[in-house]
């Protein structure tokens, strides 16, 4: 079956600019992560779902980044007013279960702030 | 301080050699993973374990938690190899988030 599958690959905005970016997950799994990774530097965590419910979020660096998962499936990470520290990887991963399970890596967008 | 710390940041080594990197973590968790990151961002889960050691072909992972460490091994590395591998840990208490260490690049060389 398919993988987690990202869109776009790779996003090129200029600052102030609005981005959408987009995470279809395996299948079936319940949970699905964003993290960001800056250049040179491990991903870290910005939002996770189980099925439509966001239950955390403390990982979003300000009010311009709004993530949601309305029917429990696809999710999307949304970046209002983009500025050039937004440029990272966006990871989206995905776990069968609620519990402690290996999750699978989507390929990432690159987003650069111009 | 970073929650999830490794060592090296970067390691070269020949074809063939025994590779270690390490990862140690300063909080209390539910399981530790390894992950292997390719040139082009994909990320690719090699273990996940909780306790003990777990092999799959040239691989190892070992953890001990009343150190709050874990190693990664490589036998008769290859030029194949050569990738980022990120430590990854999920907290106590917490949701399932990993923690990620910075990583470390492997470079082999033939």
């Known amino acids: 079956g398919a993988g987690v599958s990202q869109s776009p690959r790779y996003k090129v905005a200029k600052r102030g600019q609005d981005v959408a970016l987009r995470c279809d997950p395996i299948s079936g799994h319940v949970s699905l992560f964003w993290y960001q990774q800056a250049l040179g530097q491990g991903p870290e965590f910005l939002t996770y779902f189980q099925n439509e419910a966001q239950l955390d979020k403390s990982g979003l660096p300000s009010d311009r980044f709004f993530a949601e998962r309305p029917e429990g499936s696809v999710s999307t990470l949304k970046i209002q007013r983009t500025q050039q520290e937004d440029s990272a990887v966006y990871l989206c991963a995905s776990s069968f279960r609620r519990s402690y399970n290996e999750q699978f890596f989507g390929p990432g967008t690159r987003l650069t702030v111009l | 301080k970073n929650e999830v710390e490794q060592s090296p940041q970067n390691l070269t080594a020949q074809e063939g050699e025994f590779i270690t990197i390490n990862c140690s973590y300063s909080v209390g968790i539910s399981a530790l993973h390894w992950l292997q990151q390719h040139p082009g961002g994909g990320i690719v889960s090699l273990f996940m374990?909780?306790?003990g050691k777990k092999k799959h072909g040239r691989l190892i992972a070992t953890i001990n938690i009343q150190e709050k460490h874990s190693s990664l091994h490589i036998t008769a590395s290859h030029p194949r190899d050569s990738a980022v591998y990120i430590c990854?840990?999920?907290?106590?208490?917490?949701?399932?988030?990993?923690?990620f260490g910075k990583g470390t690049k492997l470079t082999v060389n033939p």
């Open positions: 374990l909780s306790s």
């Open positions: 990854a840990v999920i907290t106590q208490g917490g949701s399932e988030k990993l923690v």
